[in-house]
C-alpha cells in the first residue's frame, strides 16, 4: 500500500470526522432556532416544514453519512464508498432545493398569516388558549401591541366596540392598564408599534443564519463527494492490477 494512498486515507477519515463534529453542531443551533421560532409558527405555515426544520434533518443524515465514510475509507469498502457518494449527492441536492424553496415561500406565508392573524385577534378570546398565550408572549417579548399597530386591537369582539388593548401591550404591565386609553391617545401607556414588522425580521435574521450555515453544510459536503470520488477511483484502479 502507498504512503500517499495512506496519506489520502487518514486525510479523508479526519476530514469526515471534522464534518460530523461539524453536522452536531448544526443540529443542535438549528434546532436552538427551531426552539426560538416557535412563538411565530403561524407566519411560518407548518411549523415543521421550517428553513431550521431542514438544515436539521440534512445534518442529521450527514452524520450518519460522516460515520459511513470513516468506514469506507479506513476498512477499504467500496459499497460504503459508493453508497456514501450516492447519499451525499442527494442530501447535497436536496438540502439546496428545500432551503431556498422554504426561503422563497416565506413572502407569501407571511402574506397568508398576517391575515389570519388580524382575524385572530377579532376573535380574542376571554379565555386563554393557545392565540392568546403566544400574541401576549410575543407582545411582552418584542414590546409591541397587535399586528400592524395597537388600533388592531379595537375590532376585537371581546370588548364589543371598545379602543381597549390586553394588558400586555402595556409598558408597565398591570390589571386593566390596557383600558386606559381612547382611539387617538395613548397616554403613554402602551407600546404602539405592531408586532407584525419586528417578527418578520427575527424570521429574516433566522433565515439569513441558516442560509449561511446551509452554504457551509454544501460547501463542505462538496468537498467530501469530490475525495471520496478520488478514494473510490484509486481502489477500483488498484484493484484492477491485482
Not at 379595537?154 to 371598545?162: C, P, R, Y
Amino acid at each position: 500500500m502507498s504512503s500517499n494512498y495512506m496519506l489520502f486515507r487518514y486525510v479523508f477519515s479526519i476530514i469526515n470526522i471534522c464534518f460530523f463534529a461539524l453536522a452536531v453542531a448544526i443540529v443542535i443551533f438549528s434546532w436552538l432556532l427551531h426552539l426560538k421560532s416557535s412563538d411565530y409558527s403561524p407566519l411560518m405555515g407548518n411549523q415543521w416544514f421550517t428553513a431550521p426544520v431542514v438544515l436539521i434533518i440534512s445534518a442529521k443524515c450527514s452524520m450518519l453519512l460522516g460515520l459511513i465514510g470513516c468506514l469506507g475509507a479506513w476498512f477499504e469498502k467500496k459499497p460504503l464508498l459508493f453508497i456514501y457518494i450516492i447519499t451525499m449527492i442527494i442530501i447535497f441536492a436536496g438540502l439546496l432545493v428545500g432551503v431556498v424553496f422554504v426561503i422563497a415561500l416565506n413572502e407569501r406565508i407571511a402574506i397568508s398569516a398576517r391575515k389570519e392573524l388580524l382575524n385572530n385577534i377579532h376573535q380574542y378570546p376571554n379565555q386563554e388558549n393557545t392565540f392568546r398565550i403566544k400574541m401576549d408572549a410575543i407582545q411582552r417579548r418584542l414590546d409591541c401591541c397587535g399586528i400592524d399597530e395597537y388600533r388592531d386591537w379595537f375590532n376585537a369582539d371581546i370588548w364589543s366596540g371598545q379602543t381597549y388593548v390586553p394588558d400586555t401591550c402595556c409598558i408597565e404591565e398591570k390589571l386593566d392598564c390596557g383600558k386606559q386609553i381612547n382611539i387617538n391617545e395613548t397616554n403613554g401607556l402602551i407600546y404602539t408599534d405592531g408586532c407584525f414588522n419586528m417578527i418578520q425580521m427575527e424570521i429574516n435574521r433566522n433565515l439569513m443564519i441558516v442560509g449561511i450555515l446551509s452554504f457551509v453544510l454544501v460547501f463542505v459536503e462538496g468537498f467530501c463527494i469530490v475525495a471520496a470520488l478520488g478514494l473510490l477511483c484509486y481502489l477500483r484502479q488498484r484493484d484492477s492490477y491485482i
